[in-house]
């Protein structure tokens, strides 16, 4: 089985309804808090010969990410770290990055678990809070489809780590920082949860994710090839080594844009969105008049 057949399976077996979107929304009182966590792991999701000081940063970040796509804001996080003999220097450096990141996104970490280990990891839980969740469950026949911002980014920069070039050009460090040191936009929060019928991040990459936008949707989504947003970069990078920038969009994970979708006929629009398509009745995704095939990265298949 792959790795969302399993999930599937790990639900089945647990048989709760609050698994399933980019956070768990848990009620207490007049709040919800959004519940969620990611792990970061050499050897799956970087390689020990990246740059890894900057681990801090993009382990809060992937999980500020999935608040944010929920609609909601991070409060709190426990860190747990997994950490070889030989590693043991860079707790200062990821502790750091860590503390930055979450000055930046105005939350902070409460706590933690660190262990030895043959593979350096860290591991998130983090806490965050909404006034209105979305999930992925809600889109509707007639929502238009948007993407927060441009997608494939940091797939370049994944490829150009593992080319292990020197020297790069300033549009390549750019895409190598995307993809080390990813940002989030606070600011998504109160659009969705004020606009957004439903959402997800885009981490597994678009082809993936938007799978799992329709599937549990119960609806048909078709997008626009040619609305799909891209950066200067990226068209530069796809140009210089002769790859389809539309393929790094479709497969390229760790973007950690979002994903949503929005009543058609809303009066209330945001500029900086861009929109990709649109939901039906029915079921499935199709890029042009084409099924879209799913190419995104699965954690058990082969390296």
């Known amino acids: ?52 000081e900057f681990l801090g ?8 990410s999935d608040i944010v796509a929920s609609g909601g804001k991070p409060k709190y996080a426990l860190v747990s770290l997994l950490l070889p003999k030989n590693k043991i220097t860079l707790v200062e450096p990821i502790s750091r990055q860590i503390k930055k990141a979450c000055q930046y996104y105005d939350c902070q970490v409460v706590g933690g678990n660190i262990t030895g280990s043959e593979k350096l990891g860290l591991d998130v839980f983090m806490i965050g809070e909404t006034k209105k969740f979305i999930g992925r469950r809600q889109a509707k026949p007639g929502d238009n489809v948007y993407l927060t911002g441009p997608i494939g980014d940091s797939r370049a920069g994944l490829k150009l ?33 004020q606009n957004a019928t439903s959402s997800i991040d885009v981490s597994d990459g678009l082809s993936s994710d938007i799978y799992h936008l329709a599937n549990s949707s119960q609806k048909k989504i078709i ?30 994970g ?33 890029l042009d008049k084409n099924k879209l095939k799913d190419k995104s990265f699965d954690h058990f298949s082969p390296s």
């Not at 969302?4 to 979107?21: A, E, H, P, W």
């Not at 626009?224 to 389809?244: A, G, Q």
């Not at 950690?256 to 009543?263: A, G, P």
């Open 57 to 64: 940063w993009k382990a809060i970040s992937v999980n500020v």
């Open 161 to 193: 780590l593992t080319m292990k070039k020197k020297p790069y050009e300033s549009f390549e460090k750019i895409l190598i920082e995307k993809h080390l040191k990813p940002v989030i936009n606070l600011n998504h929060a109160k659009y969705l949860s």
């Open 1 to 52: 089985m792959n790795e969302f057949q399993l999930i599937d399976k790990i639900k089945s077996i647990l048989k709760n309804d609050l698994i399933g979107d980019d956070t768990a929304p848990i009620k207490i009182g007049d709040k919800t808090l959004l519940l969620t966590n990611d792990i970061l792991l050499e050897g799956r999701h970087f390689l020990n010969y990246f740059p890894q």
């Open 254 to 286: 760790e973007d950690y844009q979002v994903l949503l979708t929005q009543n058609g006929k809303s009066q209330k629009t945001n500029d900086k969105l861009i929109l990709i398509g649109k939901v039906y009745k029915g079921s499935g995704v199709f």
């Open 223 to 252: 997008i626009n090839s040619e609305k799909i947003p891209l950066s200067r970069e990226l068209k530069l990078f796809c140009k210089k080594y002769r790859f389809n920038p539309i393929d790094f969009a479709l497969k390229g």
